[in-house]
Every structure is written in structure tokens, then in C-alpha cells.
């Protein structure tokens, strides 16, 4: 559904570079895209119009029309001004990295998280928690005030349990602005460092829980509110954000669910209407799956460019050199063998399995969609390099040897079936064909079609 | 005033029993009912308020051009609805009133029947086939949407229509999922069979299909952990629970239930396309419609995938639950006064 909207920009500006000129209407028209784009990944409408009114400005202005590939040239504004909308550079902490999470306040620092029901607030406590404890040794205290939702303070009790961060004794019937209190009075009696405050999950629009958000923060002053919001909301997202801003003063935002597929323009939204900081990003349901905010990574996704720089980033850091040396050098031959193939599967192995990997990748979610619907996990590779390895030096260099009998003594040899020997033959098969392809294409083709060139089938990126 | 999520009884599902009891004393009951009344009335209103003003700021007395076109295209956009029938529903609004002067509750009443032009046939009552004992329900979707909440609310609303309800609390990854389960089926009256945390989720629910049949249970809600439809692990343990549960009755699961939070944008769609390939989702629960989310994209997904919309989730209560009626949806959704 969603292309990716450097190939759409690139069908604008294949037209109009067809007709030789370029109007004023050709920018209006690229603008549309943007906006549809940025609406398609839930930027919030008030958000979308500054946003192209402010590109509009800068793109005009520069030698967008006069570039070589304008779509390119238009992708990369659009893209810089995400990344500055989205904090930029000036977020960043003392060591140049993300700044994170500022405690610097005389102990015990109440940390307040607020947000709508089921937002991720309570698993967020415990990630913050344990992020703390174990990586700038801090002593923390945890309470839940959550006294709405069945069972949500005995969520945090199991949470504190796992991560061995403490919380406050639970005590039946106690008021939220009570548990509160009596938390901060323990921190200090204890000498706790940080005190983390999990809260209801509350509708802006609820008079009542609102007003006692406003109490909770009357009474412990935090140092840090955090609005804890899902990745996945929609349009709603200013309005929750502006209330909760006004309502509770925040001073940062969490994006949860960031290991889901939506493109996440929440984050824009939430950041343009509060001007606060996107603090941390969760990217799953275990307790230590909390990272950094990276403007860049957001905006790449938000466009539907996937990440390209954090691809290449992790794949240096994972790839094993020598590896990757060999395989370019037998692609330049266009060739491209079983052991290639191992190498491959190893490789991907080592980066955390394809399909977070694919993630990254410029507008390909529905590849990464079909190949985890196909199971693509880390113990199919496991078993693929089995049957790879339980063939003889000859076979790997020349599949065509693997008659059916080959093809059972491998079966046996590797613990594995027919079958499956089969299945890895086909998609051997098909990855030699797309090396071809690629190399037909060469490096400018693989950077304007992204992978789904090589695809079979071209993935989902025609109309 | 009616509103709009209030049942009527045509809308509700199958049969419920026959009314043994007499009927409860009026004036507490309305005293109650304008509790959550005004309560969701005031949410609702905030949130259709924004979309009211909107409107009549561009319609009053006022030519309906390009420019109004577009307005109102935005209008339907903040509500979630997508960009593609944001721009069929006000196409279909170009072609015929196009150049005309327009008031803004007509414009309203023209937009609401393009709504429910595109809701009306997904509008559809969760219907208990009392042959199958029990009618085995299950309720999935991502994390944190409100399908433990949703179990409870449904558990409660069985056992007040008499019949006898298990629940099986399917999370056990979730910190405490448990134990939310079980303080609904103690709110509700109803056994929840449990496993601890860890366990295997399929060999939970075999076990409580097995024990929900030897006691003659009428319906068995299933709960299974949140879990992102991108996961590949984590669908293919939602097939493993529909597989073993076919193994004791193949018709099972009887119903499967999308649920959706009501602030989720475009990420809807992918989450009903995979959720359907994987398991076959025979209705959508739309929940937290009591915030100012206005829930559009069950709009756009009507149109895509046709899934009927149930019910939908006005509250943390157990009595915050309402079927989906199209028309008030949609008179709500445009500003209008169901
Ligand atoms: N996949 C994923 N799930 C999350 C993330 N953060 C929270 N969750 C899940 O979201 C659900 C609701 O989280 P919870 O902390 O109870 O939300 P609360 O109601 O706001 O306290 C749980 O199932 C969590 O496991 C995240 O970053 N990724
Ligand atoms: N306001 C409101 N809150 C709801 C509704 N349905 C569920 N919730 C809340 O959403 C949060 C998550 O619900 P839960 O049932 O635990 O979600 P699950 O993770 O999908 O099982 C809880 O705080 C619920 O009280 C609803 O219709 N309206
Ligand atoms: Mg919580
Ligand atoms: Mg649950």
C-alpha cells in the first residue's frame, strides 16, 4: 500500500523530465506526494501543512529543478528537515550521543510516565528501571499509582521481581497522590537515587483522572514527565500530546512499539506539538528492549526510505570482512556458489536474522512482511548452513551435481528432508538469478530501486 | 436524545434468553445509565467537536468549490480515515453538489451517508450459535489494544444473558496478564482456567476447550498475549492455538476477534491484513471509542476488507461495551447529533 516516496517523487519527476520543463505546478505536485506520504505515515494533518510549507520555502529556494535527479534532490530536504524537526543535532548528550535521560536534580528524582491506556507505560517503568540500575548504577525505587487497570500494580511488582529493581509495597485500597507520597518518603528514608512513577492509563479527555495526574505532579514535583505513546497511533496523536503538555508539563516523549512496521510519523506529530525531546524508543516486550532515539532512523522511516545509513553502519560492525571482500569480488564475476551461499546465511545470522535487517531497507515492508509470513527465522538458517555444510567441496561449487541420491545422503547427513534440501535449492537458485540482476544493475540502479529490484516479482512497489 | 452506541434491541445478537427475572426497578437503572451517559457523551462530543467547528467554519453560507472540497478532505483525514477515501467520499460529495450554496448541516448529512454507505455492510451483531457448546471465541490483536478489558466486558454481558461463560487467560507472557483475567472472570462470575506464566499458550487453551466442554460451558473466551503482526514467532504460535483447538472441534475457533485500539492510524490496515491471512479474523472490536479518537480507519478498512465491525469499547467498565451500529458512527464521526 504504502510505496516509498522517493519512488513516487521519481514518477513525478520522470514525467516532467520527459515534457524538458519544470513549472511551478511540477513543485506543487511533488509537494502533494510529500504530503499523501507524510499522511499515509500518520503525521498528524496541523503537522503535515508546517511541515510542507516550511519545504516548500526550502526547496524552492535551492537548485532543486536544476539538480540532476530532482526526486532525489527533493527526498533529501524533505528528509534533512525531518531529522532537525525531530530534535537534530542539538539533542545530543556531553559524550555526542543521544542525550537520554537528564537526572541532574538532588536525590531521590521522581521520573513521572503518563500517557493513554495500554500506551506501554508500566513495561516502560521497568525498561527505564532497569536501564538505571544497570548501566549508570543507579539506585531506583519504582511505584505504581495504577489503581484503575485489574492487577497493574501487581504488573510492576512481577517486572520489579525480574529486573531486580525495587518497588514500593503494595497497599490495598491506598490513593494514587498517597502512593505517591509514600514513595518519595521511602526513596529518601532509603536513600534511593531515582524514584519511577508508573500512573493510570487516562484519557486526555477524562476531567477526573486528569485533575489527578495534576495532584500526583502537585505532590512530587517530578523532575522528568515522560508521555509514554504508541508508534502506531494516528492522527490523534497531537491532540493527546498538547493535552497531556498542558495538563501534566512534560519534559520528554517515549515511542513504544517501535519494533512494529508502522512508519511512526506519531513521533513527528508529538514532537512538533510539545517541542520535548523523543528520550527513548521501545523496540519490544522484553524488559531490556529500550534504545536511544535516532532522529535520523525515524525519519528514513517515516519517508518509507527504511534506514540506509544504520544498515550499513551495523552491517560493518557484524559482516565478517573477509566475507564480504569474497562475495563482491565473485559478484563482479557474477558468480555465485553454495558457499556463497553459507556465507550468506552465516552473515545474516550474525546480524540479528533478515528481516530486522530488512527493515532497514528503503520501502520494503511488504518483502519483510512475506519472508517473516515464510518463517525466514534463525533456526531455518541454522538448519540450511547444516545441509550446506554436509555437502562435499564439489557439490557446493557446482549444485548441478545434486542428483536425488546426493540429495538423501545430505538429507541424512544434516539431520534435514528432501524436501528441504529442495527448498534451499530453489532459493539458491533464485538468489543467483537476482546477483545477476544485480549486477546487470550495477551500483546507481541498486541505489535508485532499492532492493526491490531484485526481488522476483518487484515486492510492492507498482501501482 | 438517543446516542449513538446505546443498542437497540435490533442490534443485538442472538437470542439472549428469556427473562426470568423481573425487570429491574427504573429509576436506578437510569440513574446508572446516565452515569456512563454523560460520561461518554462528554467524550464524544469533545471529539466530534473539533470535526463541528471545522465544518461550519467552512460551510456557513458558502459556496462548495475546490477549496471547501479540500478543507472538508482534512476534515476526514484528522479523523483517521486514510487518504484515498478521505478523497472518494468528498469526490462523491464534488459530483453532486459541486458549485452549490451549502449549508453545513447538509454538507454534514451528505458526508455521513457516504460513511455509512461504506460502514453499513460491515455492520454486523457477534452471533452465538447456541449449537456449538461451547462457542469457542478468540480475541487477538497488538499489545496494550484492550482484548483482556474487551474478554471481561463480553464475560460479563454472557453471564448476564445466563449463560454459563469460561474464560481462558491465554497470556502468559505479560507481566500480571494472569492475574487481570482473573479479577474479570471474579467481576464477571465466571472460571478462568490459567497455566503460569511461561507456558504454552496452545496447550492452555486445549486444555480449557477440553474442561469448558465436560462442564457444559456455553461460551469459552479465549485471551492470548499482544503480539505485533510482524512477529513471525509470535503468528506462528496464534496457529498453533487454532490448530490444536481444531483438534478437538474442528469448527474452532467459532469466532475470532480483531481487536483494535480506536487511536491507531494507518498501521490498522496491515495489522487486519496479516491477522486475517494468519488466522482468519471473523470480527473487529474497536475499542477506547471514548477518547477523541474518532477510529476512520474502520472506515477505510470496511471498504478493503469488508470484515464485519461487532462491537465497540466505550470504557474501562464492564458495562463500556456496545455493538457497532454504522449510521450514528458515522452522523458521530461528521459532527452530527445521532
Ligand atoms: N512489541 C512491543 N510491545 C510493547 C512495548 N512496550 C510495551 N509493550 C507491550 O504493550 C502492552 C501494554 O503495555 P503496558 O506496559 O501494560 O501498558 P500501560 O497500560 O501503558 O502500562 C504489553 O503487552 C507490553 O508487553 C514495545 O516497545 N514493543
Ligand atoms: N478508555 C478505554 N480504555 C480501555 C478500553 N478498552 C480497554 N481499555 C484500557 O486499555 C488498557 C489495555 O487494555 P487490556 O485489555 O489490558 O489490553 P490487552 O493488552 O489487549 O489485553 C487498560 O488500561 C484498559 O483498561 C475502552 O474501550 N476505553
Ligand atoms: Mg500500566
Ligand atoms: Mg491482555
Redesign the pocket.
Known amino acids: 500500500m504504502f510505496e516509498s516516496l522517493s519512488n513516487r517523487l521519481n514518477e513525478v519527476f520522470d514525467r516532467l523530465r520527459r515534457r524538458g520543463t519544470l513549472s511551478e505546478d511540477d513543485v506543487g505536485a511533488a509537494l502533494r506526494e510529500i504530503r499523501i506520504a507524510l499522511l499515509e505515515a500518520d503525521v498528524a494533518l496541523p503537522v503535515v501543512r508546517d511541515f510542507v510549507a516550511a519545504v516548500r520555502a526550502e526547496a524552492v529556494g535551492q537548485a532543486v529543478l536544476r539538480s540532476v535527479t530532482p526526486g532525489q534532490m527533493v527526498v533529501k530536504i524533505v528528509h534533512d528537515h525531518l531529522v532537525k524537526v525531530l530534535g537534530g543535532e542539538e539533542e545530543r548528550g556531553p559524550s555526542g550521543g543521544p542525550a537520554g535521560l537528564d537526572l541532574n536534580a538532588p536525590a531521590p528524582v521522581a521520573v513521572m510516565l503518563v500517557?493513554l491506556?495500554?500506551?506501554?507505560?508500566?513495561?516502560?517503568a521497568a525498561k527505564i528501571g532497569l536501564r538505571l540500575k544497570t548501566r549508570e548504577r543507579k539506585k531506583v525505587l519504582m511505584a505504581s499509582l495504577d489503581v484503575q487497570?485489574p492487577a497493574a500494580q501487581e504488573?510492576l511488582a512481577q517486572l520489579g521481581r525480574q529486573t531486580g529493581v525495587a518497588t514500593l509495597p503494595i497497599v490495598a485500597g491506598e490513593r494514587p497522590v498517597a502512593i505517591a507520597r509514600r514513595a518519595l518518603q521511602v526513596a529518601r528514608g532509603e536513600g534511593y537515587d531515582v524514584v519511577l512513577l508508573d500512573t493510570a492509563?487516562r484519557l486526555h479527555v477524562n476531567e477526573e483522572l486528569m485533575l489527578e495526574v495534576a495532584a500526583v505532579r502537585e505532590a512530587t514535583t517530578p523532575h522528568q514527565t515522560l508521555l509514554?505513546a504508541d508508534a502506531m497511533t494516528g492522527q490523534d496523536a497531537v491532540n493527546v500530546a498538547k493535552a497531556f503538555a498542558e495538563r501534566t508539563g512534560l519534559t520528554g516523549i517515549v515511542l513504544?512499539?517501535?519494533?512494529?512496521d508502522a512508519r511512526g510519523g506519531a513521533a513527528l506529530s508529538m514532537r512538533a506539538v510539545t517541542g520535548k525531546p523523543i528520550v527513548f524508543i521501545?523496540?519490544?516486550?522484553k524488559i531490556d528492549?529500550l534504545e536511544p532515539f535516532h532522529p535520523a532512523r525515524i525519519a528514513g522511516r517515516i519517508l518509507g526510505m527504511g534506514d540506509v545509513v544504520s544498515l550499513v553502519e551495523r552491517a560493518a560492525e557484524t559482516a565478517d570482512k573477509d566475507d564480504a571482500d569474497r562475495l563482491a569480488a565473485r559478484l563482479e564475476q557474477g558468480r555465485f556458489d553454495l558457499d556463497d551461499l553459507a556465507s550468506q546465511l552465516r552473515q545474516l545470522r550474525r546480524m540479528g536474522g533478515m528481516s530486522s535487517m530488512l527493515g532497514m531497507l528503503p520501502g520494503i515492508g511488504k518483502i519483510k512482511r512475506q519472508i517473516d509470513a515464510a518463517n525466514l527465522d534463525e533456526k531455518l538458517l541454522a538448519r540450511q548452513e547444516a545441509i550446506i555444510s554436509s555437502m562435499t567441496k564439489s557439490e557446493r561449487k557446482n549444485p548441478k551435481l545434486l542428483n536425488a541420491s546426493r540429495r538423501i545422503r545430505i538429507a541424512q547427513g544434516s539431520g534435514t528432508s528432501v524436501p528441504e534440501i529442495n527448498r534451499l535449492l530453489k532459493q539458491y537458485q533464485d538468489m543467483a538469478g537476482m546477483m545477476k540482476k544485480m549486477k546487470k544493475l550495477g551500483q546507481r540502479g541498486l541505489m535508485r530501486h532499492g532492493l526491490s529490484a531484485l526481488m522476483p516479482g518487484g515486492g510492492g512497489f507498482h501501482r | 436524545m438517543r446516542s449513538w452506541w446505546r443498542s437497540t434491541p435490533a442490534a443485538e445478537d442472538a437470542a439472549p434468553p428469556e427473562p426470568t427475572a423481573p425487570p429491574p426497578p427504573a429509576e436506578p437503572a437510569e440513574d446508572e445509565r446516565r452515569g456512563w451517559f454523560s460520561r461518554l457523551r462528554a467524550g464524544l462530543a469533545k471529539s466530534s467537536a473539533r470535526l463541528t467547528d471545522g465544518i461550519n467554519a467552512i460551510f456557513t453560507r458558502r459556496r462548495l468549490d475546490d477549496v471547501a472540497l479540500g478543507e472538508l478532505e482534512d476534515l476526514l483525514i484528522a479523523s483517521d480515515m486514510g487518504v484515498g477515501v478521505a478523497e472518494e467520499v468528498v469526490d462523491a460529495l464534488r459530483k453532486t453538489r459541486f458549485g452549490q450554496e451549502v449549508s453545513p448541516e447538509e454538507v454534514r448529512g451528505a458526508l455521513a451517508t457516504e460513511v455509512v454507505r461504506l460502514v453499513q455492510p460491515v455492520q454486523k451483531p457477534l452471533a452465538l450459535d447456541v449449537a456449538k457448546k461451547p462457542f469457542v471465541i478468540l480475541v487477538i490483536g497488538v499489545?496494550?489494544s484492550g482484548k483482556t478489558t474487551t474478554i471481561g466486558k463480553l464475560a460479563r454481558r454472557y453471564q448476564d444473558e445466563g449463560r454459563r461463560v469460561v474464560l481462558a487467560a491465554g497470556d502468559t507472557f505479560?507481566a500480571a496478564a494472569v492475574e487481570q483475567l482473573q479479577i474479570w472472570g471474579e467481576r464477571a462470575g465466571c472460571p478462568v482456567i490459567t497455566r503460569p506464566q511461561g507456558a504454552d499458550a496452545a496447550g492452555l487453551a486445549y486444555d480449557a476447550l477440553e474442561m469448558a466442554r465436560r462442564d457444559g460451558a456455553d461460551v469459552l473466551l479465549i485471551d492470548t498475549a499482544?503480539r505485533?503482526h510482524n512477529k513471525a514467532d509470535l503468528m506462528a504460535e496464534l496457529q498453533k492455538i487454532v490448530r490444536v483447538l481444531k483438534k478437538l472441534d474442528p469448527g474452532a475457533p467459532h469466532a475470532v476477534l480483531l481487536v483494535l485500539d480506536a487511536t491507531v492510524g494507518q498501521n490498522a490496515h496491515a495489522q487486519a491484513e496479516i491477522f486475517r491471512q494468519m488466522v482468519g479474523v471473523t470480527g473487529i472490536v474497536m475499542t477506547k471509542l471514548d477518547g477523541t479518537a474518532k477510529g476512520g480507519v474502520l472506515v477505510s478498512l470496511a471498504e478493503k476488507y469488508g470484515i464485519p465491525i461487532h462491537l465497540i469499547g466505550v470504557g474501562e467498565s464492564a458495562e463500556d461495551l456496545r455493538p457497532f451500529e454504522a449510521e450514528p458512527y458515522a452522523r458521530s464521526l461528521v459532527g452530527l447529533e445521532a
Open positions: 500517557g491506556q495500554g500506551s506501554g507505560k508500566t513495561t516502560t487497570r504488573q492509563g509514554v513504544t512499539r517501535v519494533d512494529g521501545g523496540t519490544g516486550e528492549a | 499489545n496494550g505479560r499482544g505485533l
